[in-house]
């Protein structure tokens, strides 16, 4: 079945950083990318679409400027959070879309990111 | 609208009862739905998917339920194992795109 990786699993950084995550598709290439934030015991919320060679498209009240999103290439998209603050912890997780499959279930989900802002 | 998670509703069973996960959806356009199970600290695994052209499909010991009528969805696992312990969400879409909506979502607990 298709992969997806994300790395780092937890960061821990202080106010004011960045902090970059990376989300690999491991045996398919993706042309769409799926970044998503779940704070404790509540939903996934979609954040933006990360589309290959284009840019971001980002979900109502999601900062572009903020969350910066790159997918430089067919198996990876980076979410940079930039001048990351305490109400950024959260849990970020990615996922991607397998291209050209007959099933309708077509997007495959990381194992997450825990990010910690002190 | 959108299904917005808000609040997490659990959910406790006996090992080797049944379990019912319920979810409501908003989005009478949608036309695709996938139950997700959600360990702690990890991201959401696949467990079974239904066309809205169905109101039935089963699995390997679990079956979803989909009524379109009242825009609801059901999940039920049979033989509750201690390793069904874990969040279990509903997500929906439409064929004509590729962006899915999670539901609140559901804490199980299975106790042995």
């Known amino acids: 079945g298709a992969v997806v990786s994300q790395h780092p699993s937890r960061v821990i950084c202080k106010s004011g950083t960045s902090v970059k995550i990376e989300c690999r598709s491991l045996?398919?290439?993706?042309?769409?990318m799926f970044w998503y934030r779940q704070f404790p015991k509540q939903s996934l919320m979609l954040m933006a679409t990360?589309?290959?060679?284009?840019?971001?498209?980002?979900e109502q009240g999601v900062e572009k400027d903020k969350f910066l999103i790159n997918h430089a290439s067919l198996t990876l998209s980076t979410l940079t959070v930039t001048s990351a603050h305490p109400e950024d912890s959260s849990f970020y997780i990615c996922?991607?879309?397998?291209?050209?499959?007959?099933?309708?279930?077509?997007?495959?989900f990381g194992p997450g990111t825990r990010l910690t802002v002190l | 609208g959108e299904s917005v998670g808000l609040h997490l509703p659990t959910l406790s069973v006996q090992e080797g009862d049944n379990s019912i996960i319920n979810c409501a959806y908003s989005?009478?356009?949608?036309?695709?739905f996938i139950w997700y199970k959600q360990e702690s600290g990890k991201g959401p695994q696949f467990i079974i998917d239904?066309?809205?052209?169905?109101d039935k499909r089963q699995g390997q010991r679990v079956t979803v339920l989909l009524n379109k009528t009242v825009k609801h969805l059901s999940l039920q696992i049979a033989a509750t194992q201690p390793g069904d312990s874990a969040v279990y969400f509903c997500?929906?879409?439409?064929?004509?795109?590729?962006?899915?909506?999670f539901g609140e979502g559901t804490q199980l607990t299975v106790n042995p």
């Open positions: 045996d398919f290439q993706a042309t769409t």
């Open positions: 996922s991607a879309r397998v291209p050209l499959t007959d099933s309708y279930n077509e997007q495959f």
């Open positions: 239904i066309r809205s052209n169905m």
């Open positions: 990360s589309n290959e060679g284009s840019k971001a498209t980002y």
């Open positions: 989005n009478s356009a949608s036309d695709y």
């Open positions: 997500a929906e879409k439409r064929t004509s795109g590729s962006r899915l909506t």
